[in-house]
């Protein structure tokens, strides 16, 4: 079951979840040193005509924001509707909780199990509140989306009508008869 009920609303927002991703790679491409993600070892030299540190200075929330707004369309879309708020709250917690494992201490970091290989991640990464407001606006985003997207179809369908209290005490009392009951004359046996 997809969020929207119609096709072409479940092609809109996978096709707006492809865009948001793209953007996202973009801004990966041109802003981040090519070891810092696995995917960008596979793409061309960005032009460096454009100055990186612009990017992480002014745009550094972007992919944070991008990456959850994204993610949580695309699992609603996978979930159906009813799992909407979990999406956008999933997501908007894993980012979160990536962004506050970055401000852990590096003490701290040797507790945590070798198999998640996070140590890089969160040692080389830097906390930045900016993240955090994106994780929140980015699911609230999707949530806006889906949410407006419900308000238009409750608004497309007929509704019906409001009957009054006098209509419908007169439609169950349209079956009884209201006629006077006959009384049989009296019948004097003197």
Not at 102 to 114: N, R
Not at 141 to 166: F, M
């Amino acid at each position: 079951m997809m969020v929207p009920s119609d096709r072409s609303s479940c092609c809109h927002f996978a096709a707006a979840s492809a865009i948001i991703i793209l953007l996202g790679t973009a801004y990966y491409w041109l802003a981040r040193p090519p070891g810092s993600a696995a995917f960008l070892a596979l793409m061309p030299a960005p032009p460096r005509m454009l100055d990186p540190v612009f990017f992480s200075r002014w745009l550094g929330w972007l992919p944070t924001f991008l990456h959850v707004l994204s993610f949580s369309l695309l699992t609603s879309l996978v979930l159906g509707r009813r799992h909407h708020l979990f999406a956008c709250l999933i997501w908007g917690g894993i980012n979160a909780g990536f962004e506050l494992g970055q401000a852990l201490p590096p003490a701290f970091l040797s507790f945590l199990p070798d198999s998640l290989n996070l140590h890089d991640y969160f040692s080389h990464g830097v906390f930045d509140p900016l993240d955090l407001a994106a994780c929140a606006i980015g699911a609230w985003g999707s949530w806006a989306l889906i949410g407006d997207q419900r308000l238009t179809e409750a608004e497309s369908k007929p509704q019906p009508a409001v009957r009054t209290q006098n209509q419908r005490m007169k439609s169950w009392t349209e079956g009884i008869r209201h006629e006077p009951k006959k009384i049989p004359p009296r019948r004097d046996f003197r």
